[in-house]
């Protein structure tokens, strides 16, 4: 059965370093999404990304970061100054239509 | 705006118990809606959705669900927990647009043996 897959499993890292967060979303979606979930908190809502472009974001995705999808499979999310408030874990989904399917995220940690 | 509720952070139930999760939504138009689980240190699982088809939905693991317009609820059901069923639970609703999901905070639901 296919399914999103995300790496690295974990990443930590010192403030102010960028990161970028990997993902490939199932072949055939056409819409893809970032979501974070700090710890003991609810899941948030980041970035969509639909036709190569973003198609709605929250008040969170602020210039620090941005996404892309440098080929036909991955679609990355860098953050480019992390905070220490970025620690959270981060979920890629995809989906066809209005059915997510979610990658297992990635945690990062911001020291 | 479209928001979720759900009724306490914490359920807990004996094994064999009934399982009732509660949520509730708020939309202006009509809504998809799903319920995620997550187990410790894992990611999110779809346990089920509704779709504007049948209003009582069943999903994965004995679950299911019953969407009730009236009361804007999409509230998940059990009829016998089992151990494996302690995890989180979050139900979210989306709409037809880019398909952004809207969270509720969750409930963990705790089994007792």
């Known amino acids: 059965e296919p399914e999103v897959t995300q790496t690295p499993s974990h990443q930590v890292t010192q403030m102010g370093q960028e990161v970028i967060l990997r993902c490939v979303p199932i072949?055939?979606?056409?819409?893809f999404y970032w979501y974070r979930q700090i710890l003991g908190q609810k899941v948030e809502f980041l970035v969509s990304?639909?036709?190569?472009?973003?198609?709605?974001k929250s008040e969170i995705f602020d210039d620090q970061f941005s996404v892309e999808r440098p080929d036909g499979s991955n679609f990355t999310l860098k953050i480019r100054s992390t905070k220490l408030e970025d620690s959270a874990m981060y979920f890629c989904?995809?989906?066809?239509?209005?059915?997510?399917?979610f990658g297992p995220g990635t945690r990062l940690l911001v020291l | 705006a479209q928001s979720v509720t759900q009724l306490g952070s914490h359920v807990s139930v004996s094994e064999g118990a009934l399982v009732l999760l509660r949520c509730n939504y708020s939309?202006?138009?009509?809504?998809?809606l799903f319920w995620y689980v997550q187990y410790p240190n894992q990611g999110l699982q779809l346990l089920l959705k509704?779709?504007?088809?049948a209003t009582l939905v069943k999903g994965i693991n004995g679950f299911e669900a019953e969407f009730k317009k009236s009361e804007t609820s999409f509230h998940l059901t059990k009829p016998s927990a089992h151990m494996s069923d302690a995890a989180e639970y979050f139900c979210?609703?989306?709409?037809?647009?880019?398909?952004?999901?809207?969270w509720g905070a969750g409930t963990k639901l705790i089994i007792k043996p």
């Open positions: 989904a995809s989906s066809s239509k209005e059915t997510q399917y």
């Open positions: 072949s055939n979606h056409l819409y």
């Open positions: 990304f639909y036709n190569n472009e973003i198609s709605e």
């Open positions: 939309s202006s138009v009509p809504p998809y």
């Open positions: 509704y779709t504007s088809a």
């Open positions: 979210a609703v989306s709409v037809y647009s880019n398909y952004q999901l809207i």
